[in-house]
């Protein structure tokens, strides 16, 4: 279900890493990712994925307080994703990046979806921008019950492939991955195909509701490591996890991936 709203501001300070401001162009977000946590960072309450508030007026705002701001790196798409498929009807995040390029201020993209190929011709313009794709499994059936609305893996790496050919900075976001889940050799080995500036390896970050709707997660697909997760993330194993994420960490070193 989609519902348009109209917001006051755009640039919000971030307290992200790297990033100076966040813009979100909707709020919620069908890609509907099983350990998102979004949700309790934005208070949104109902079911996460089945509503997306589209800010039809962002653009606008944006427009009228950018001259306000210092020039400085906007992260886009901190607590949504960008590309999701309403982007296609709405058209908000491009709209927002033409004023973002207009005053040549530098922008961080993140998102799972191929999508972003569309604005290819726009992000040729900006003198500083970056395109991180999200992977979390380099196996489709794994990503689609953990990521359901999102686009597949194929079609991420090939967004990734694209956007370096087109002289577009690459990163890419691997996280979170999933102890005993996530095939994290397949995953270097997809990732080091598509040659990203650098990649991020990240946790899965427990926040309000996280762990609940993991364990339902893995209760109904792979209820063999149930025991291994509750483990790792309610009784605090956080050794093994350590050892899991610095295992995906060499393996990039390995494969002369930047982390
Ligand atoms: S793409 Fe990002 S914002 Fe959207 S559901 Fe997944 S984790 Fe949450």
Redesign the pocket.
């Known amino acids: 279900m989609i519902k348009e709203i109209k917001v006051k501001t755009a640039l919000l300070p971030s307290k992200l890493p790297g990033l100076d401001y966040a813009l979100n162009p909707y709020r919620g977000?069908?890609?509907?990712?099983v350990?998102?946590?979004?949700?309790s960072v934005i208070h949104w309450n109902g079911k996460?994925?089945e509503l997306v508030e589209a800010k039809v007026n962002l653009p606008r705002i944006l427009s009228k307080t950018i001259r306000t701001k210092k020039k400085s790196v906007v992260g886009l798409?901190t607590?949504?994703?960008p590309y999701?498929p309403i982007e296609e009807k709405y058209q908000i995040t491009r709209r927002c990046l033409e004023i973002l390029q207009l005053h040549d201020f530098p922008v961080c993209i993140?998102?799972?979806?191929a999508l972003v190929l569309r604005d290819i011709d726009l992000l040729r313009e900006f003198s500083n921008i970056e395109v991180g794709v999200?992977l979390t499994s380099p196996d489709d059936s794994v990503r689609s019950k953990l990521?359901p609305?999102?686009s597949s893996v194929a079609e991420r790496l090939r967004a990734l492939h694209e956007l370096r050919e087109n002289g577009i900075d690459t990163w890419v976001f691997l996280g979170p991955l999933m102890p005993h889940i996530t095939d994290i050799e397949g995953l270097v080995d997809a990732v080091a195909e598509v040659k990203p500036k650098y990649v991020i390896v990240d946790r899965l970050r427990l926040k309000p509701g996280v762990w609940e709707n993991v364990r339902r997660f893995v209760e109904e697909f792979y209820p063999q490591y149930l025991d291994g997760y509750v483990k790792i993330f309610v009784e605090g194993r956080q050794g093994y996890y350590d050892g899991f994420l610095g295992r995906v960490r060499e393996l990039c070193k390995e494969k002369g991936v930047e982390v």
Request: glycine share 12%; with cysteine; proline share 4%.
């Open positions: 977000c069908a890609h509907a990712c350990y998102c946590y979004a949700p996460w994925g798409g607590v949504t994703d999701q993140q998102t799972k979806s999200t990521e609305g999102a």
